[in-house]
Nanobody, 115 residues
Framework: QVRLVESGGGLVQAGGSLRLSCAAS????????MGWYRQAPGKQRELVAK???????NYADSVKGRFTISRDNAENTAYLQMNSLKPEDTAVYYC?????????WGQGTQVTVSS
């Protein structure tokens, strides 16, 4: 089992910044991917950013140039730095972990961007 604990969501004005953190613990495989998804009310969950442990990150087009995913592999922690936030970024953000055997979701953290 893998446990994901997220933190860092909140309310911010448009143009502001937030940093999300996701700490993974438990059965962590060496080869894994961690990422962030989001789900706005009435919409499907969508990929925001994802990075394999030894790979380069990939981003949704809507966040390229504004969001940055990073990882501390020694601490099994992933971060999402979100800059130039827009009201359309408002959603519940979920951390995701996957390896060759299984995948897991965090509990979600609310990000609200006011105009």
């Amino acid at each position: 089992q893998v446990r994901l604990v997220e933190s860092g969501g909140g309310l911010v004005q448009a143009g502001g910044s937030l940093r999300l953190s996701c700490a993974a613990s438990g059965r962590i495989f060496t080869i894994n991917a961690m990422g962030w998804y989001r789900q706005a009310p009435g919409k499907q969950r969508e990929l925001v950013a994802k990075q394999h442990r030894f790979g380069t990150p990939n981003y949704a087009d809507s966040v390229k140039g504004r969001f940055t995913i990073s990882r501390d592999n020694a601490e099994n922690t992933a971060y999402l730095q979100m800059n130039s936030l827009k009201p359309e970024d408002t959603a519940v953000y979920y951390c995701h972990y996957s390896d060759s055997v299984d995948d897991y979701w965090g509990q979600g953290t609310q990000v609200t961007v006011s105009s």
